[in-house]
Structures are given as structure tokens and as C-alpha cells.
């Protein structure tokens, strides 16, 4: 049984998401970032080397990445459910927002409230610039929405 080691405020929620989409049993370990520092703890960080969120435990697998861990879960578990394959029409569509969710979107949105929890102003012509990609990413997300139901087609 997989085991999403869960931290709290972080993306472990997306795990937690998919086995419950796929009706996946899983036990659910909580970890509570500290109050000073809104880092992980001890325990978390000792889990895998990379100590950041998500990271799940399969049998004596230890695996963190979202990414990862999302395409370990579908290609093991989900008998071909929220998965699409090579030969599929929209198999490119898929891969590319597959992707984009961690490699464009999220650093993006994340860079502003960073910014805020470490009291930093972004300021300039290059940091405005940098700053226009979270909204950017998200009128990307509204158009494929807009013309089609799902991220990878029909």
C-alpha cells in the first residue's frame, strides 16, 4: 500500500487527490511544518534526501517529485485511467500539460507569495517581467480550457 507522506500546505495534496480519484487505497502520514520557519521537520527531511513535498512510499520505494510520483502511480495503478498514450491524438497535448503543471506554472505563481513571505519587493523592468508569466500561465490555462474540456482533449 502506498503511503503519501503528507505535508501540510505543500503539494502532497495533489497525491492525496489522484489516489482518491482512483479510488486507490493509501495511509495518509501528516507532517506539520514548523511554526518559526514553515520548513518541514526533522522526520520529513529524513525521509529522502531531497526532503521537499510530495514524497510517497511504496513497499520499500521512497519517492518524491510530484511529477514522478503522479506518472509512478498512473502507470502502476491506474489500468490506463487519466493516462494517455503515444497513439493517442492527443497524446502531445497531454505530455505538454503533464509537464507544464510543475515546470512553468507553479514556479511561477509560487515567486510572488516567496517574495512576500521573505518581505522582498520585485522591482524593475525584469522582475515585472517575471512576475507577468504567472498571469500569463494562467491565461494559457483558460484558452486550452476554453477549447477543449479537458487539458489533453476529449
Given at each position: 500500500m502506498i503511503t503519501v507522506h503528507h505535508l501540510g500546505i505543500s503539494q502532497s495534496e495533489r497525491i492525496v487527490w489522484l489516489c482518491e480519484e482512483l479510488g486507490l487505497p493509501y495511509e495518509l502520514k501528516r507532517y506539520e511544518r514548523d511554526a518559526q520557519t514553515r520548513l518541514a521537520p526533522a522526520e520529513y527531511k529524513a525521509l529522502h534526501p531531497i526532503g521537499t513535498s510530495p514524497?510517497?512510499?511504496?513497499?520499500?520505494?521512497?519517492?518524491?517529485?510530484?511529477?514522478?510520483?503522479?506518472?509512478?502511480?498512473?502507470?502502476?495503478y491506474a489500468n490506463g485511467r487519466l493516462i494517455v498514450g503515444p497513439e493517442h491524438p492527443e497524446f502531445a497535448n497531454?505530455?505538454?500539460?503533464?509537464?507544464?503543471?510543475?515546470?512553468?506554472?507553479?514556479?511561477?505563481?509560487?515567486?510572488p507569495m516567496v517574495l512576500a513571505m521573505i518581505g522582498a519587493k520585485a522591482e524593475g523592468p525584469i522582475a515585472e517581467s517575471v512576475l507577468a508569466r504567472g498571469t500569463k500561465a494562467m491565461q494559457v490555462i483558460e484558452q486550452r480550457l476554453g477549447e477543449a474540456p479537458y487539458f489533453a482533449g476529449k
Open positions: 514524497i510517497i512510499s511504496d513497499g520499500e520505494l521512497v519517492l518524491p517529485e510530484s511529477g514522478a510520483i503522479i506518472e509512478y502511480i498512473l502507470r502502476k497531454y505530455v505538454f500539460w503533464f509537464h507544464f503543471a510543475n515546470g512553468s506554472m507553479m514556479p511561477n505563481l509560487m515567486l
